[in-house]
Nanobody
Framework: QVQLVESGGGLVQTGGSLRLSCVAS????????MGWFRQAPGKEREHVAF???????????YYADYVKGRFTISRDKAKNMVYLQMNSLKPEDTAVYYC????????????????WGQGTQVTVSS
């Protein structure tokens, strides 16, 4: 059974930083991707970033335009963990952040991710 657990959310002021972590237990994908999505109140879930891999190598991370240059996704293959370093946070980044994993090698669509965490709240105050 695959389980994803996020941590690291919290309250931060505009311009501050947070680092989200996600540990994936029971995940044995030889190829696929792990990513982060977010959902603000009253809005649809949207993609933030993903990092893909194949059997032979890791791929380049991909970022949504609204976080590019501020957020960095990274993966620790040995620990089955993915991280999201969030810098220069803005009030519009306030949302529940979800970790996801799936067998599609790189997708920004939530339907392509089979496994999801419960989410962690990030609140950026102005």
């Amino acid at each position: 059974q695959v389980q994803l657990v996020e941590s690291g959310g919290g309250l931060v002021q505009t311009g501050g930083s947070l680092r989200l972590s996600c540990v994936a237990s029971g995940l044995t994908l030889s190829r696929g991707a792990m990513g982060w999505f977010r959902q603000a109140p009253g809005k649809e879930r949207e993609h933030v970033a993903f990092i893909p891999w194949t059997t032979w190598s890791s791929g380049s991370p991909y970022y949504a335009d609204y976080v590019k240059g501020r957020f960095t996704i990274s993966r620790d293959k040995a620990k089955n963990m993915v991280y999201l370093q969030m810098n220069s946070l803005k009030p519009e980044d306030t949302a529940v952040y979800y970790c996801a994993a799936g067998s599609t090698v790189g997708s920004r669509w939530s339907k392509d991710y089979e496994y999801w965490g419960q989410g962690t709240q990030v609140t950026v105050s102005s």
